[in-house]
């Protein structure tokens, strides 16, 4: 029963994504804040761009742009762009121009043209105060709309974000596309700290393949081994010093390559996200048989130096320099942890107390057989081999509360049935040498 319950919420791998009615596609011009200036992410419907600008553009979202469309594309963009202060004009460079299959508010995947534009403020100019003139597609299709985000402000502790600035559209009276006026919050040094603490949080609380192999890492952790099997339950203490010593080993690691990574370490990523499954299959294999018994500190800190790598593309991205750059590593580091100790602190105590029933064995067979299996999917897909268990296994992230839950009620289940037990026990006066396990189930 207790391992119906945890092992059915396991297997509930397929996540359905309802999609809502707004069928228009739009333009969305999402902003990152620099001292020095914006970079600006651009998403363009490709019909309504070839419409407008006149220019030919593949109906292929696997379809490479050519040389010479893409230095049409971005001269078309940067004629219907400028940005100006009170300090005067700002520089505006359009590249990076290409296709992709975009989903936006519902609309169902269509076909759009990404570009980025650096906007680069005059010297000594207030970066954070300015103007924005665009009028891409809208001169032409006059229905469309025109969507400016605020994606990431350092100084704020805004990241990923998805802030609406403003809408630019043509007035239909005048017949004018009327300039956005842009003012960012005033922001602090601590405020951009403590969003990157929040950026850390989030990043292992949305990432499904972190919390897998952090749980792979739990269910052995626990037991003891004899005979080259996991055998016998260790003592509460030994199990929290292991789990101490393989946080503080994955944590040094991780630390390491995501300092050097922000630095300017390049990072394959490809690589790296394959090798991050790829160790989550050791680590599954390792719960069912051990296969590096007394070794699992030493493990984690070498897996820490890959999965680090991969945390340094979040900071990477967002092009950050000195005090902002030392504040992001410390905080977005503090946040890692903060959430790693919150996961062992949600999921450990439940293992330490089933590990003690009869039902923990095929229990942790089970769940570590599934995270291989996802595991496994997701490094095929990350080496370009597309399948369902990597799609499927995507969404186990959205069960992790429940699965918790379930981790939780089944070790309280544990604990009242033994006491039971025991009481039974008692009162038959037969007594009954249990040993160091529980019998349950």
Known sequence: MIAGVFVALVGMLIVAAPASAHVVPSTVIALDAHDDGVTASLTLPAADLELASGIDVPDDAGAVIDAGTADALEAYLEDHMAVSSDSGSWDVAVADIALS???QWGTGAFLAVTATA???APTAADARSFVLAYDAIIHQVVTADIFVTLQNDWVTG????TRDLGTIHVDTVTGTVSPLPIDLDDGSLWQGFTGMVGLGLSHIAE???HQLFLLTLLLPAPLLTAAGRWRGVAPVRTTVRRILGITIAFTVGHSVTLAMGTLGLPVPVQ?????????IVVAAVHAIRPIFPGREALVAGLFGLIHGMAFSLTLTALDLTGWQLVLSLLGFNLGIEL??????ALVLPPLVVLARTRVYSPLRIV???LIALAAIGWVLDRLGVANAIATIADGIGALSPWIAGALWVAAALAMVLARVRHLVDRRCADPVDTGSVLRVG
């Open 101 to 103: 299959d975009v989903e």
């Open 118 to 120: 650096e906007l680069t």
């Open 158 to 161: 805004e990241f990923e974000s």
């Open 207 to 209: 990432g499904t393949d």
């Open 271 to 279: 690589l790296v996200e394959a090798l991050i499954a790829a160790s």
């Open 339 to 344: 959430m790693q100790l919150a996961v062992v």
């Open 367 to 369: 769940a570590a057989g």
